[in-house]
């Protein structure tokens, strides 16, 4: 009787086990939900920074240009949003402009802004991801929506005409682009900052 | 013992396989051949941003074109990375995306049936071909003598990736065998001078470009399409030259014609002119020291004066007759008095005669002993009686001058156009009044010391 009790006890109730038992099997999920869902943040050396330079005159500049062109929308209010809060171009230029970048690249793919803008959308952070090397995109899957804020994914009716247009998804289009309209400005001044900052070491 | 059999049946089991391995060794040097038989170029046409860019490859071997060979594209897309067959044309293989990679290296593989028999990467902005320049435009300048190129490209609008060039412009007369000259510029428009050209001759141009600055690369584009044009004849600039060398060489003679005649005239003529002397009273003293002239008299004789009206002044005691003149003060000097032929009482009062700026200007002098024209100014050096006293006066005549080597008090002032009356050597009236007549002939029978001035 005693010697079953004992082993029992050894078996199940022994302090050490369950803290075995939980390490190795309960936090790292805990921490892998835990972790924050951004890009990874990636450093550039000095000596690569005229090589970025010359990428970003050559195949971003224009581009931007072309994309602020594009979303000359003057309705737009100078309200914060919530993909850009918590994050600022004063710390660390590179972990903006990767975090801005990633967020525009998901926006490619929303169907509520029209196709010529999602292509420089897609030009956009396809040549700048290229040039910071070394910087990626987290996937994240199921969270597009809550990633685009008002760039959602407007599901065909078959019933609805596709001309027409309601209210509320023409309200939800213009903030979309307001939306993009604030991150492009953001990330081309950060670009200019990162930019200048290299040129003056 | 059975361990040991296996061991060895094990070991040459290896042996042999990794024999068959090595001897694909000659197979590899045959792929090789082949492999040099497939080789193709690729070159890639950028647009403006949002548009289609192409991509063109082709055997270096035309006869490959009709075999069953096909050119697989991979990594060339911004999306996942995805292979895409490049479209078969007659003479090459094409594709055309707006969703090329500018940053990635992209990958071509030949493929034959199902092996691969060559391939190559590239990055699509080290292999481009700009377009062919087009519009090309010329207009001749006639001020200029020259002719002006225009032309346009695609590469000039604001949104091209590719916007730096360089432009080859090829020119050779028409129908001539000659070779093709060649004119390096970086902007849509050249300068071809005419002297350069063969007159009334016709010319043939065409323009090509290549990818300027350091970050595009790749080939150079086609030509243009061919442009005439005819030079004119050139009588106008023999003309010219005839017309410039007659012009140049008059203005040359002219100018050392000019240089001989002022070095000649340089002295007498030119500096009197330009730079006149001034007049140096030294110098004129020096003159006037020496002998008068000949037919210049300087006598008080008064038969020198027989023409002239000559009214005594026996004495300056008189103020009113002393108003018509400038008041002189006589030295009290008895011989210099005699020589003046004036009275020797003279009123205690010295009066001074102030010392006048003389002008630059010369009084016409006397000639020949005709003094009606002529004025005689007189300074009379005022001295105090008692510097009289006590320093010793040493005159000089000099001219009907008198002149005291007493620099302390001597106000020696000449020539100044002053005309005094002559004192008559009357010494036996001393104290008369000077006639009121003097003052109306003040104007006759003067001589003025600037007659005796000299200009050196």
């Known amino acids: ?201 | 013992m059975t361990v040991l059999s296996t061991t060895i049946g094990i070991i040459f089991f290896l042996l042999h396989s990794s024999s068959g391995e090595s001897g694909c060794g000659k197979d590899d040097g045959f792929e090789d051949e082949e492999q040099d038989d497939y080789e193709f170029t690729c070159y890639s046409q950028l647009q403006g941003h949002g548009q289609e860019h192409t991509l063109t490859c082709y055997f270096n071997n035309l006869t490959l074109h009709s075999n069953d060979l096909e050119l697989k594209l991979c990594g060339a897309f911004m999306s996942e990375p995805q292979c895409e067959m490049m479209i078969k044309r007659e003479n090459d293989y094409f594709m055309k995306s707006r969703s090329f990679s500018l940053i990635n290296t992209c990958e071509i593989n030949v493929i034959l049936g199902r092996s691969k028999v060559n391939y190559k990467s590239f990055k699509i902005t080290k292999i481009v071909k700009p377009e062919a320049p087009f519009d090309l435009n010329i207009t001749y300048r006639k001020a200029a003598n020259d002719f002006v190129l225009t032309f346009s490209t695609t590469h000039s609008w604001n949104d091209h990736y590719v916007k730096e060039l360089i432009h080859d412009i090829a020119y050779h007369q028409e129908k001539s065998q000659s070779d093709w000259t060649h004119i390096r510029s970086s902007y849509p428009h050249i300068t071809l001078l005419e002297r350069k050209l063969q007159p009334n001759s016709t010319y043939e141009v065409k323009i090509r470009s290549f990818p300027g600055g350091e970050y595009f690369s790749g080939y150079w584009s086609d030509w243009s399409p061919t442009v005439y044009f005819r030079t004119p004849l050139r009588p106008k600039a023999e003309e010219l030259d005839f017309v410039m060398l007659f012009i140049i060489t008059l203005s040359f003679s002219s100018g050392i014609l000019g240089i001989v005649v002022i070095c000649l005239l340089w002295e007498k003529r030119i500096k009197p002119v330009l730079w006149p002397n001034l007049p140096d009273h030294k110098t004129t003293l020096e003159q006037l020291c020496r002998k008068p002239q000949k037919n210049f008299s300087n006598s008080f004789n008064p038969e020198c004066f027989l023409d002239d009206k000559i009214h005594k002044v026996d004495g300056i005691q008189s103020k009113e007759e002393v108003e018509g003149f400038l008041q002189v003060s006589l030295p009290q000097d008895i011989n210099a008095a005699e020589k003046f032929g004036l009275s020797p009482d003279w009123p205690s009062e010295n009066n001074i005669i102030p010392p006048v700026a003389f002008g630059g200007n010369s009084p016409p002098t006397c000639l020949d002993g005709n003094f009606n024209t002529c004025d005689l100014s007189v300074l009379m050096a005022s001295k105090s009686p008692n510097q009289q006293e006590n320093s010793k006066n040493e005159a000089h005549s000099c001219g009907g001058l008198l002149l005291s080597s007493d620099s302390r008090n001597s106000a020696l002032v000449f020539p100044f156009p002053l005309k005094l009356g002559v004192l008559s050597p009357n010494p036996t009236a001393p104290g008369q009044p000077i006639n009121a007549d003097l003052r109306l002939s003040q104007e006759e029978a003067y001589v003025t010391m600037s007659s005796f001035y000299q200009n050196k």
């Open chain 1, 1 to 201: 009787m005693l010697q079953t009790v004992w082993i029992k006890r050894t078996a199940s109730n022994h302090p050490v086990t369950k803290v075995f038992f939980r390490s190795i099997f309960g936090i790292p999920p805990l921490i892998l939900v835990l972790l924050p869902v951004t890009s990874s943040d990636c450093e550039i050396e000095e000596k690569n920074k005229t090589i970025i330079m010359k990428d970003y005159i050559h195949l971003l500049h224009e581009g931007i240009e072309i994309l602020e062109k594009a979303i000359n929308f003057a309705n737009c209010s100078s309200k914060e949003y919530s993909s850009l809060k918590n994050h600022t171009c004063d710390d660390k230029e590179v972990t903006f402009i990767v975090h801005v970048t990633c967020k525009l690249k998901q926006l490619v793919k929303a169907n509520n802004i029209p196709e010529n803008l999602s292509h420089s959308l897609e030009v956009y952070s396809h040549h700048a991801l290229g040039i910071l090397k070394g910087c990626k995109c987290d996937e994240v899957n199921g969270t597009e929506k809550k990633a685009g804020g008002p760039c959602f994914f407007v599901e065909n009716d078959p019933n609805k005409n596709p001309g027409e247009k309601s209210a509320k998804e023409q309200k939800k289009e213009r903030k979309c682009k307001c939306l993009i309209k604030k991150m492009v400005s953001d990330v081309k001044n950060c670009w200019r900052k990162f930019l200048m900052t290299s040129n003056g070491d």
